[in-house]
């Protein structure tokens, strides 16, 4: 796995740029900020970027009710003078060391988006993204081959700002120095990072989304209600939340876009079709806008 032509990497990563606003961009964010970075967030609309600094701003209050208990105002604030937004993509990578990018989970969505900043983002910068499920080496190849060399995938966890696991994904080409800066950046971030070749889901998603897929199974099957399974795997196998509430936690949608994804792997017999076979239920309540916590309802009603 180690590529023949290193690139040099001489400073620290000092500046980040995150693409996305949604769930997971607001929390790596906002990880970056509380580790000392420079942050820009970036999304397509002013309301998308307003949404991503509400999550921050609820994240920090909770984040700060601890650890600054008498001061939460100036601890907030002191981490959110550490974020700029913006939605000019172009601007948002002029400066920056590492790119994130947790964006819709869209392959040509992705690569359009990687394709654009090529130009775009200073020769030695980092690009990353956050796919749960697609081919970290199909997005890299939207760019040079030079960044496909400082391109890696770099997998958070929901809630980012919980969570401590980092995934970090490398393609054949991602060089040594790029793996051993994102393992540093990681570390300053306060999280573990875990190595894992580019295949379907890598090792968290490769477990947990076949189980999920299959829980909705259960349910169309009529098996047991979403209630009692998630009451069953929370006190029967210890998880911290039932597969349902994970579900509306994660959001319908991007479970749906990983499912799909992956029954074009399975066509390529990269995973098997069983595990991806489509699912009624979830298709349904995509269509009806249920996509979980984030639009207020998905298995559950948020109360
Ligand atoms: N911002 C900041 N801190 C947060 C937070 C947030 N949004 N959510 C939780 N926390 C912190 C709490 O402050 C608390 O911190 P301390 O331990 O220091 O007190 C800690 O996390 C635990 O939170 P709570 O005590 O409030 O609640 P809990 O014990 O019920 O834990 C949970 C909440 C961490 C979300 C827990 O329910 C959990 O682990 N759920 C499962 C989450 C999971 O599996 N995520 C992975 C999803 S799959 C994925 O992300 C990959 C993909 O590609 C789809
Ligand atoms: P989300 O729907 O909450 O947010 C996505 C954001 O991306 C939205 O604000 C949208 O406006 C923005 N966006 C769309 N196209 C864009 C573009 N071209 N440029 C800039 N912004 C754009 O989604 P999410 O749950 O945060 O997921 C984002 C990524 O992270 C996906 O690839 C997903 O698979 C992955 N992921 C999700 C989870 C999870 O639990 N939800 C966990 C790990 C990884």
């Keep these: 796995h180690l590529s023949t032509t290193p690139s040099a990497r001489e400073g620290k990563i000092e500046r980040l740029t995150v693409f996305g606003a949604g769930l997971m961009g607001a929390g790596i964010a906002q990880v970056g900020a509380q580790s000392g970075l420079k942050v820009v967030l970036s999304d397509v609309t002013d309301k998308a970027l307003e ?62 988006l990687f394709g ?37 995938g770099l997998h958070f966890f929901n809630p980012v700002p919980a969570m401590k696991l980092v995934e970090i994904i490398r393609t054949s080409q991602t060089s040594t120095s790029t793996y051993e800066a994102l393992k540093e950046v990681t570390l300053r971030m306060n999280k573990s990072p875990v190595t894992c070749n580019d295949t379907p889901g890598f090792i968290v998603n490769r477990l947990l989304v076949p189980y999920l897929l ?4 259960m349910v169309e099957r009529g098996d047991a209600t979403p209630e009692d399974i998630d009451t069953a795997m929370e006190l029967g196998a210890g998880y ?29 017999g990269q995973i098997s079709k069983e595990l ?27 109360s």
């Design 116 to 152: 654009f900043l090529d130009s775009k983002a200073k020769s030695d910068c980092i690009f990353a993204t956050n796919t749960s499920s697609l081919s970290v080496t199909e997005i890299a190849e939207s760019c040079s081959k030079e960044r496909q060399e400082k391109f890696a």
């Design 214 to 217: 299959e829980s909705i199974r």
């Design 276 to 302: 991806v076979q489509p699912i009624e239920l979830l298709d349904k309540l995509v269509k009806e806008g249920k996509l979980g916590r984030k639009s207020g309802e998905g298995f559950y009603k948020v």
């Design 51 to 112: 949404n991503g600094l509400n999550i921050i701003q609820k994240s920090l209050a909770r984040v700060a009710k601890k650890k600054s208990p008498d001061d939460i105002e100036g601890f907030t604030s002191k981490i959110l003078k550490n974020i700029e937004t913006t939605t000019d993509a172009g601007k948002a990578v002029e400066q920056s060391d590492l790119v994130i990018e947790a964006i819709i989970e869209s392959i040509k969505v992705k690569r359009d």
């Design 240 to 268: 911290p939340m039932g597969p349902f509430k994970l579900l509306d936690f994660v959001g319908l949608d991007t479970t749906s876009y990983i499912s799909q994804g992956w029954r074009d792997k399975a066509e390529a």
